[in-house]
């Protein structure tokens, strides 16, 4: 079966910080890879996919960037990190092997001092 | 643009129906999705339906669609204490492009 693992689970970081997130799939190729934000009001907002390795469409401008470097790994960064940045992180893959509909991994919580 | 409305807040007592309700406005949407979002987790995905179904059931949970309306709803049976969470109602245009979410409903169960 897939499994998605994503770390770490909670970050606090000061303002101008760098950030690395890391996302991992399991059990599938060739997936479609998604990193979302969701602020306090709750709804999501797309930040980044991926069809496949190197390929990175960013939906929203801003000082955060996505990078592909293996088939299942996706990684969100940011060289300085702003308090606008606080957030619920979440990555999510889909398709893949039996067009799977999107699954999401647990999130990380990342609050900006 | 596409848009995904759902209400914010729905109440209902331990052992009744919920039923939570979603308007989507891209009619070219193929898949519709109910997610379910614990406090501080992940969403986990509850059950999707193809633009071509009317009705899709899994054992507690069914999902109606009016694809005229673009009208989505999830009905949770003999609601318990352990349903409270956001539901999120999501729409894409296929299975491999990014999904749009509503805002989420926040289901209070009163025991």
């Known amino acids: 079966s897939q499994t998605i693992h994503q770390w770490p689970a909670t970050l606090v ?4 910080s760098p950030l690395s997130l890391e996302c991992t799939v399991e059990g599938t190729s060739n997936p479609n890879l998604y990193w979302y934000r969701q602020a306090a009001g709750r709804g999501l907002q ?16 801003q000082n955060l960037s996505a990078s592909r470097p293996q088939d299942r790994q996706f990684i ?23 067009n799977q509909p999107q699954h999401f991994g647990d999130g990380t919580r990342l609050s900006i001092l | ?25 891209d009619s070219s949407s193929t898949y519709l999705y109910w997610y379910k979002q614990e406090p501080g987790a992940g969403l986990q995905l509850l059950t999707y ?11 507690r949970l069914t999902v109606l669609l009016n694809k005229k309306d673009k009208h989505l709803s999830l009905r949770i049976a003999d609601t318990q204490t352990g349903d409270s969470a956001i539901y999120f109602c999501a729409e894409s245009y296929s299975g491999n492009t990014p999904l749009v979410f509503g805002k989420g409903t926040r289901l209070s169960v009163i025991a």
Do not use: H
Request: charged share 15%; proline share 3%.
């Open chain 1, 46 to 61: 797309l930040l980044f996919y991926s069809v496949g390795i190197g390929q990175i469409s960013s939906e929203v401008p």
């Open chain 2, 1 to 25: 643009g596409e848009d995904v409305e759902q209400s914010l807040f729905l109440s209902v007592r331990e052992g009744d129906s919920s039923v939570i309700n979603c308007t989507y406005t």
């Open chain 1, 13 to 16: 970081q000061p303002v101008g």
């Open chain 1, 76 to 98: 969100l960064s940011s060289k300085k990190l702003l308090l606008s940045d606080s957030g619920f992180y979440l990555c999510a893959w889909g398709g893949g092997q039996g």
């Open chain 2, 49 to 59: 339906i193809f633009s071509n179904m009317d009705m899709k059931q899994d054992q």
